[in-house]
């Protein structure tokens, strides 16, 4: 379901024309809608195997910038695999101020093998020491959340498939709300009746084809990740 094809459903039931305030229903919409899934089973916005190949010499990677799915807001797993490796070895997560990780960062010699040690920065944002170069691959596994939507940028809803209608129905929810209509109430319970159903439908499918990565302690750093 594309963001149109929200957009319509939402003013056939609502009779708002203006698509601003539509998108910005939906908008909340989405995020409401991610943040139940993150409660009820966060590897529904799990994406795994996500390559990203250098086009040149690289020491800080904007890692955020760069992931195929939504915006970064749980790294599961970070790897690297340098041109002369055949699969990917998973970086050594340390702090920058280390003097083992200053001294490797100040090198002017290139990753030739592994461990690589890499550091956050700003969260979304990793310092790779000895530094990569071009024909590197880095494999990130991650929970995203859904970037906010929008027409003229061509941002369509992040989220799977069987919650576009969810996200629909909260925002008619929202909408209603504005006006004191009854029919806020029917939609919000539709919105979390369907979230459940295709809650239930993803899991389903995440039976069906296991993931690559298994899941990371609770424990955990939100930033950092284990061993695979």
Known sequence: MNLESMIRAVQTDTQVASPTTIISALDEAQEWCANRILVMDENILKVSNDQ?????????YDLGANISTGTLYQLKWLGVQLSTDTKFHQVEWVDSS???????????????GHPILAASENFDQVRFAPFLVSGDIIRADYIYKPKPLS???????????????????????????????????????RAIDMIYGASNVLQQRQLQQRPTTAPFGASRRRWYGTTQ
């Open 151 to 189: 027409l003229e940028d061509n941002v369509e809803c992040d989220l799977p498939d069987p919650f576009h209608w969810p996200v629909v129905n909260k925002a008619r929810s929202e909408l209603f709300d504005t006006i004191d209509d009854t029919r806020a109430q029917t939609y919000m319970r």
């Open 52 to 60: 990203m190949t250098l086009t040149g010499d690289t020491r800080s």
């Open 98 to 112: 280390e003097n083992y990780f200053v001294e490797l960062d100040q090198s002017t010699t290139a990753a030739s």
